[in-house]
């Protein structure tokens, strides 16, 4: 809520009131599992748009969108899209934009303008962005100026991002409308050695959960901060992955927070097929000591973040070579999610380290399927003789491309 009544209604009317086109930023290896994540929530005829994956939605649905989709890294909202071929142009027609309705007072207010040009008659990018940042801050002030309570201080900056994209004269504006990466629920806060994306793990569980769907058990076999375990548990239980956090919109003079505390209470609705067994154990082992320090540090926040009703992961110590179907757990087919260190850290070469492996698969008798993220291509070949339940793919992960196998256990 904010202090201006007038503003206030515009609010209503054109934000709350209409609806936007929105798109959803995701990893190019995981768009059938955001695809079908937004599916299984009733989101249709979504399809890829010009930067991600595009539908119309209201302030609801990006509110529901950010807090419950697990897989994507953004969601953003196309703001304005115009004609401007030089940086006067530019200026002009983003200053006619209604930006006190977005964003409020100009106090504190930091822009993270990302840029994207391609073929611009703006040819200059800095310009650009210089431009754009100018017109936004003249609307708010000429509009605020003139407001009776314009001294008034927000304390602390405020941060946003927007995203200007050029083509030719074809300029598109998007708002950031999460924040910090979707990729953090904000349990993470040790994140020991390499660790995924949250998302990342997310959409991997979604991949599997489409072709294997009743697991027994999970297993993240190398947790190092937990993340396969953490992501499960929430998958299982049907939690919304972002109740714990804030986001862009959280900053806007059009925040509702109960809207944002209705979908993060929300569990996700029992119609996808998969999601809902709650009894599922969910076991996260590490032989390092420190590594299992950082997950339990993470397993705290975890729990205060989600109510998780005391079905959470349990974190044990060992080699994960020397687990087999002989331990209780393991009864059943189930997944194995794991993530092993990359090059020098894994302790001898790589060639013994496939070979173990591929001795582990055919003698640990645990049934149903391992997911092994692989970050070198030159072992991958090591694993051809063991069948597969999807096929290999890569995907980024900070930067370098990892190999996703999904390996078929007895
Ligand atoms: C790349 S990290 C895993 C990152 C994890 N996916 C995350 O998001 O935090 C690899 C972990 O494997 C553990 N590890 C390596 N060899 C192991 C083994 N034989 N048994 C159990 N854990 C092992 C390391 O201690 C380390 O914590």
Redesign the pocket.
């Known amino acids: 809520m904010n202090d201006n009544p007038n503003l206030e209604k515009r609010i209503k009317r054109h934000l709350w009131g209409q609806k936007f086109p929105l798109e959803v930023l995701t990893d190019s290896a995981f768009l059938p599992e955001t695809l079908e994540e937004l599916k299984s929530l009733g989101y249709k005829n979504w399809e890829e748009g010009d930067w991600g994956i595009r539908g119309i939605g209201s302030f609801h649905d990006l509110y529901r969108l950010n807090i419950q989709l697990s897989t994507p890294g953004r969601i953003v909202l196309e703001v304005a899209r115009f004609k401007a071929g030089a940086r006067e142009q530019l200026f002009r027609r983003a200053r006619a934009l209604p930006w006190e309705l977005w964003f409020g007072r100009p106090e504190g207010l930091i822009f993270d303008i990302r840029t994207h040009f391609h073929g611009a008659l703006i040819h200059h990018e800095g310009q650009g962005k210089q431009a754009l940042d100018e017109a936004i801050r003249a609307r708010l002030e000429e509009f605020w100026g003139s407001a009776s309570d314009s001294l008034r201080v927000i304390p602390g900056p405020r941060t946003q991002r927007i995203y200007l994209d050029i083509s030719g004269s074809n300029v598109l504006l998007f708002l950031d409308t999460s924040g910090d990466h979707l990729g953090k629920r904000g349990y993470r806060l040790a994140?020991?050695?390499?660790?995924?994306a949250e998302n990342r793990?997310a959409a991997i569980i979604r991949k599997l959960a489409r072709i294997q769907p009743d697991p027994q058990w999970i297993l993240d076999?190398?947790?190092?901060?937990?993340?396969?375990a953490f992501e499960s548990s929430l998958f299982f239980q049907g939690l919304s992955v972002g109740g714990g956090r804030d986001f862009a919109f959280s900053q806007w003079p059009s925040y509702r927070e109960s809207t944002k505390n209705y979908w993060s209470r929300q569990r996700i609705e029992p119609n996808v097929r998969v999601g809902q067994n709650e009894k599922v154990k969910v076991i996260a082992?590490?032989?390092?000591d420190r590594?299992l320090g950082a997950a339990k540090m993470n397993l705290d926040q975890f729990r205060s973040r989600f109510c998780t009703g005391g079905r959470e992961p349990r974190f044990v110590k060992?080699?994960?070579?020397s687990l087999s179907s002989k331990a209780d757990e393991f009864i059943g087919p189930g997944w194995v999610f794991l993530?092993?260190?990359?090059d020098y850290r894994i302790s001898g070469s790589l060639d013994q380290f496939a070979n173990k492996l591929t001795r582990w698969i055919e003698t640990s008798g645990l049934e149903g399927t391992l997911v092994l993220l692989l970050p070198q291509n030159r072992i991958v070949e090591k694993f051809s003789s063991i069948p597969r339940v999807f096929d290999d793919l890569v995907f980024n992960h900070g930067g370098r491309g990892v190999n996703l196998l999904g390996l078929s256990l007895k």
């Open positions: 994140p020991g050695p390499a660790p995924l793990a076999g190398m947790t190092g901060s937990g993340t396969f082992n590490d032989r390092d590594s060992g080699d994960f070579f993530n092993p260190p990359y």
